[in-house]
């Protein structure tokens, strides 16, 4: 009852302000989806006859390289309100200027799109499925004014999956242009599947929009999983963010032909996986939990860097390691917490992350704020020449995950508290009031969460400025597990990227520092002919070769530098994997920390 008088209240307000503002209006005409085409028509309205500036973004909230979206549109016309032509320049490769107007500019373009992620665009015989920053050109000045897109030519059967605001026949509603381009679009023949949860005396809809070719089984176990996984997060924060309409909604297309991908949004995400459940045995779920933890973490506690967004530039922030670091952390525990993953699982999903961390050669140089500041060149970038990343670059998703464990292990072991209780102190302070953060609010919110303001300006300045780690082994031992090398007496050489290349196998990515590889002055594009006594011809038989040495054996390889044979001495050393295992001879208050750690938590 309640809420149906808050609905008919914000309509009623929408329409008066309809009325007044003239909202930016857009227009999706289906028609040529076949082809991979929209035609879109806008309608501008301004109180001036100044000549109107609109933009297509350069970048999408939440990926943070550069993305030129003005690429794939065309055909693009300007006309007055009496269907007049207007003059339309083109002002830089993603922006426009129209002139001569009285004030209202309506624009076609058409609109192509055929990859299916959180970023772009796919519009096929199947759905159009589209993210709005690469989707509609917008006029900066009209930035806080609401807009409204209506839906043309849909077929049958096909409806809308969105957070945008549902208007009086059919049409989709924004309150301003930001919340227009944190709007993704789904429209498509697709499931709803919901259920109900409640939150500081409100109840809200969790719906699951989905597209897929599996069974209505497998969509009611994804539903049952997901439930869990919010039920989960909301115990950490204590709460749900105020979901607009009391609503939100997991856009999933799992289909073949799409991108593996999640990107979060205010009040729903979009979820992607060319898998079927069925084939992915429901690992799609592991993105779901990342994603909505992102409803808090990035969507409402946002860091000061990242807000106003800019969509004509690459947006950089030192906090990445936080915000999507820390969600991978919580997307993974909340699993753990579930049950969807089991203890062996959850500790293979930790183990990972970790060799990653603690033997990338790339933290000689940069901490996780630094690492952050990268994400502008790897997030989705583009580069045509190489790099060396392998050397310099370790992903904030990995090193942020880390560092959260870290903290995590460390607060619970010498403080008697936990990670949860910062997160939950962040979301009061930042997160709840919509205050964006910066580095220093986090290391405040620390000092007081472990009562240790010297604790917390050392973590900052050596984990999170620096490259520092904990000493991990002690902190596991504290949680009933052990972490120790996986196969100590394993030969080793290093992590090459190989391919087979005529009749040898060629390097295809720069040697690590420090591995024998590097020491032996192996690099990518060296040909390998020989390891020991074995011919090699394909990546496999470097395996081949490795299986009767032993570390400290020293081998001949024989290779191909630019049309020169020469042969170099390699000192096989031994794997340095780490494996985490639960420690059978754990003390009672080890377990229990565990315990507490990764059980469920109730709401
Ligand atoms: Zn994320």
């Given at each position: 009852?309640?809420?149906?008088?808050?609905?008919?209240?914000?309509?009623?307000?929408s329409?008066?302000?309809?009325?007044?503002?003239?909202?930016?209006?857009?227009?999706?005409?289906?028609?040529?989806?076949?082809?991979?085409?929209?035609?879109?028509n806008?309608?501008?309205?301004?109180?001036?006859?100044?000549?109107?500036?609109?933009?297509?973004?350069?970048?999408?909230?939440?990926?943070?390289?550069?993305?030129?979206?003005?690429?794939?549109?065309?055909?693009?016309?300007?006309?007055?309100?009496?269907?007049?032509?207007?003059?339309?320049?083109?002002?830089?490769?993603?922006?426009?200027?129209?002139?001569?107007?009285q004030?209202?500019?309506?624009?076609?373009?058409?609109?192509?799109?055929?990859?299916?992620?959180?970023?772009?665009?796919?519009?096929?015989?199947?759905?159009?499925?589209?993210?709005?920053?690469?989707?509609?050109?917008?006029?900066?000045?009209?930035?806080?004014?609401?807009?409204?897109?209506?839906?043309?030519?849909?077929?049958?059967?096909?409806?809308?999956?969105?957070?945008?605001?549902?208007?009086?026949?059919?049409?989709?509603?924004?309150?301003d242009?930001?919340?227009?381009?944190?709007?993704?679009?789904?429209?498509?023949?697709?499931?709803?599947?919901?259920f109900?949860?409640?939150?500081?005396?409100k109840?809200?809809?969790?719906?699951?929009a989905?597209?897929?070719?599996?069974?209505a089984?497998?969509?009611?176990?994804?539903?049952?999983?997901?439930?869990?996984?919010?039920?989960?997060?909301?115990?950490?924060?204590?709460?749900?963010?105020?979901?607009?309409?009391?609503?939100?909604?997991?856009?999933?297309?799992?289909?073949?032909?799409v991108?593996?991908?999640?990107?979060?949004?205010?009040?729903?995400?979009?979820?992607?996986?060319?898998?079927?459940?069925a084939?992915?045995?429901?690992?799609?779920?592991?993105?779901?939990?990342?994603?909505?933890?992102?409803?808090?973490?990035?969507?409402?506690?946002?860091?000061?860097?990242?807000?106003?967004?800019?969509?004509?530039?690459?947006?950089?922030?030192?906090?990445?390691?936080?915000?999507?670091?820390f969600?991978?952390?919580?997307?993974?525990?909340?699993?753990?917490?579930?049950?969807?993953?089991?203890?062996?699982?959850?500790?293979?999903?930790?183990?990972?992350?970790?060799?990653?961390?603690?033997?990338?050669?790339?933290?000689?140089?940069?901490g996780?704020?630094?690492?952050?500041?990268q994400?502008?060149?790897?997030?989705a970038?583009?580069?045509?020449?190489?790099t060396?990343?392998?050397?310099?670059?370790?992903?904030?998703?990995?090193?942020?995950?880390?560092?959260?464990?870290?903290?995590?292990?460390?607060?619970?072991?010498?403080?008697?508290t936990?990670?949860?209780?910062?997160?939950?102190l962040?979301?009061?302070?930042?997160?709840?009031?919509?205050?964006?953060?910066?580095?220093?609010?986090?290391?405040?919110?620390?000092?007081?969460?472990?009562?240790?303001?010297?604790?917390?300006?050392?973590?900052?300045r050596?984990?999170?400025?620096?490259?520092?780690?904990?000493?991990?082994?002690?902190?596991?031992?504290?949680?009933?597990?052990?972490?120790?090398?996986?196969?100590?007496?394993?030969?080793?050489?290093?992590?090459?990227?190989?391919?087979?290349?005529?009749?040898?196998?060629?390097?295809?990515?720069?040697?690590?520092?420090?591995?024998p590889?590097?020491?032996?002055?192996?690099?990518?594009?060296?040909?390998?002919?020989?390891l020991?006594?074995?011919?090699?011809?394909?990546?496999?038989?470097?395996?081949?070769?490795?299986?009767?040495a032993?570390?400290?054996?020293?081998?001949a390889?024989?290779?191909?530098?630019?049309?020169?044979?020469?042969?170099?001495?390699?000192?096989?050393?031994?794997?340095?994997?780490?494996?985490?295992?639960?420690?059978?001879?754990?003390?009672?208050?080890?377990?229990?920390?565990r315990?507490?750690?990764?059980?469920?938590?109730?709401?």
């Open positions: 009852m309640l809420r149906l008088n808050r609905c008919t209240l914000a309509l009623f307000t329409l008066l302000a309809t009325a007044a503002q003239a909202d930016t209006h857009y227009q999706l005409d289906l028609a040529g989806h076949d082809r991979h085409q929209v035609a879109v806008a309608r501008f309205v301004v109180d001036n006859t100044e000549p109107l500036l609109l933009q297509m973004s350069a970048a999408s909230p939440g990926r943070y390289a550069r993305h030129d979206f003005a690429k794939n549109i065309y055909a693009l016309k300007a006309l007055d309100g009496q269907g007049n032509p207007l003059l339309l320049q083109r002002m830089s490769p993603t922006s426009w200027q129209v002139s001569g107007h004030g209202e500019v309506q624009v076609s373009y058409l609109l192509f799109g055929n990859h299916a992620d959180g970023t772009y665009n796919q519009i096929d015989s199947r759905h159009v499925h589209l993210n709005m920053p690469a989707s509609l050109l917008f006029a900066p000045s009209l930035r806080a004014q609401p807009a409204t897109v209506s839906l043309k030519t849909l077929p049958t059967g096909w409806r809308a999956a969105t957070q945008l605001y549902p208007q009086a026949e059919g049409a989709l509603s924004a309150p242009v930001d919340y227009l381009m944190d709007s993704p679009l789904e429209i498509s023949d697709h499931q709803l599947l919901s109900s949860q409640a939150s500081a005396g109840t809200y809809q969790i719906e699951l989905l597209h897929h070719a599996g069974s089984e497998e969509a009611k176990v994804l539903l049952e999983k997901t439930q869990a996984v919010v039920r989960q997060q909301q115990a950490i924060f204590g709460e749900l963010p105020d979901f607009a309409n009391q609503r939100y909604t997991f856009i999933a297309d799992y289909l073949p032909g991108d593996g991908d999640g990107m979060e949004h205010r009040n729903s995400t979009i979820v992607t996986s060319e898998s079927s459940l084939q992915d045995e429901f690992a799609q779920v592991e993105t779901i939990s990342h994603e909505f933890f992102h409803a808090w973490n990035v969507e409402r506690l946002r860091p000061k860097n990242l807000q106003p967004f800019d969509y004509t530039q690459t947006n950089m922030s030192d906090a990445l390691w936080f915000a999507e670091g969600t991978n952390y919580y997307g993974k525990l909340a699993l753990k917490r579930s049950s969807h993953f089991d203890l062996d699982t959850y500790l293979d999903k930790v183990q990972k992350p970790l060799n990653q961390t603690l033997q990338t050669p790339a933290r000689r140089w940069s996780p704020a630094a690492v952050s500041q994400a502008v060149f790897v997030d970038g583009v580069a045509v020449d190489k060396n990343y392998a050397n310099h670059f370790l992903s904030y998703y990995t090193y942020g995950e880390v560092v959260a464990l870290a903290l995590d292990l460390t607060l619970r072991t010498q403080y008697d936990d990670l949860d209780a910062l997160m939950r962040m979301w009061q302070r930042f997160g709840k009031p919509e205050t964006p953060y910066q580095l220093a609010d986090i290391q405040q919110a620390l000092a007081e969460v472990s009562g240790d303001a010297e604790f917390a300006a050392a973590f900052f050596d984990s999170i400025q620096g490259p520092g780690l904990p000493d991990f082994t002690a902190l596991f031992t504290q949680m009933g597990l052990t972490l120790s090398a996986a196969n100590p007496d394993k030969a080793w050489l290093g992590a090459l990227q190989l391919a087979t290349f005529g009749d040898a196998v060629q390097v295809q990515s720069v040697s690590r520092d420090g591995s590889w590097a020491s032996a002055g192996i690099t990518d594009g060296d040909l390998l002919l020989q020991g006594s074995v011919r090699l011809r394909t990546p496999d038989d470097i395996d081949t070769a490795l299986k009767t032993r570390p400290g054996d020293v081998l390889v024989k290779f191909r530098r630019f049309d020169r044979e020469q042969s170099v001495n390699i000192t096989v050393a031994a794997d340095p994997a780490l494996a985490l295992r639960v420690d059978k001879n754990a003390s009672r208050a080890s377990v229990k920390r315990d507490a750690w990764l059980g469920a938590k109730k709401l």
